[in-house]
């Protein structure tokens, strides 16, 4: 597609139910980047992959959150068990390669705990 | 660790007319970019404008320019004629040159909200 699109746009769950969002980078684009926005305030990291090397998993909150990438394309980040503090909207970010080229995001995934 | 600070949670300005948005940074590195971001309520990040620190010219972008401090570690944003499609949540960001896995490290944000 001609940019990254995530799934759900939306998605209201009970506490303690798992939850997976998706992600789908811009073709052709080897980084992947998933960060979390609690209301009202800035993106924190969450976790970075590029091509076939070990993902930066250093962002992650705790051991609940986990997150994979597919053939080096899509990726999925999982939450177990969730809790009301993960209510927040999910971005997701690619880019064609690191350095000066910046990053283009999707819409995000708006996660609410009930 | 490197971090971003945005001081004005909000600003108005009147429809035509000049705003500037503050960000100031943290970091040792001498290799690195800035980048402001847009969120409009549509939720998605709009690349506004970025700056390499290697370069000592400030970059421009049309009605946005910045004003890019590397010494006072300051990157402000101005938007001229400003518009009313330029209300929206800033986000002033960094990250850090070379390498890979360079994430981006996010201020928490300026509320730009435009007058008619």
């Known amino acids: 597609g001609a940019g990254v699109s995530q799934s759900p746009s939306n998605k209201v769950t009970e506490k303690g139910k798992d939850v997976e969002l998706r992600c789908d980078p811009i073709?052709?684009?080897?980084?992947l980047y998933w960060y979390r926005q609690s209301l009202g305030q800035g993106l924190e990291f969450l976790i970075y992959?590029?091509?076939?090397?070990?993902?930066?998993k250093s962002g992650l909150p705790s051991d609940r959150f986990s997150a994979e990438r597919t053939g080096g394309s899509v990726s999925t980040l999982t939450i177990q068990r969730t809790q009301q503090e993960d209510s927040a909207v999910y971005l997701c970010?690619?880019?064609?390669?690191?350095?000066?080229?910046?990053?283009?995001f999707g819409d995000g995934t708006r996660l609410s705990i009930l | 660790a490197q971090t971003v600070t945005q001081s004005q949670p909000e600003m108005s300005v009147q429809e035509a007319e000049t705003v500037t948005l503050s960000c100031t940074y943290d970091?040792?590195?001498?290799?690195?970019?800035l980048f402001w971001y847009k969120q409009p309520p549509s939720r998605q990040m709009i690349l506004v404008i970025r700056?390499?620190?290697?370069?000592?010219q400030n970059a421009t972008e049309n009605r946005f320019s910045v004003n890019f401090q590397k010494a006072a570690k300051s990157f402000s944003l101005k938007i001229s004629d400003s518009q009313l499609g330029d209300a929206a949540m800033y986000f002033c960001?960094?990250?850090?040159?070379?390498?890979?896995?360079?994430?981006?490290?996010f201020g928490a944000g300026t509320i730009l909200r435009v007058k008619s």
């Open positions: 970010a690619s880019s064609s390669r690191t350095g000066d080229q910046p990053q283009h």
């Open positions: 073709s052709g684009h080897t980084a």
């Open positions: 992959f590029q091509g076939n090397s070990a993902p930066d």
């Open positions: 970091t040792s590195e001498s290799d690195y970019y």
């Open positions: 700056q390499e620190a290697y370069k000592q």
């Open positions: 960001a960094y990250r850090s040159g070379g390498g890979y896995g360079n994430k981006l490290v």
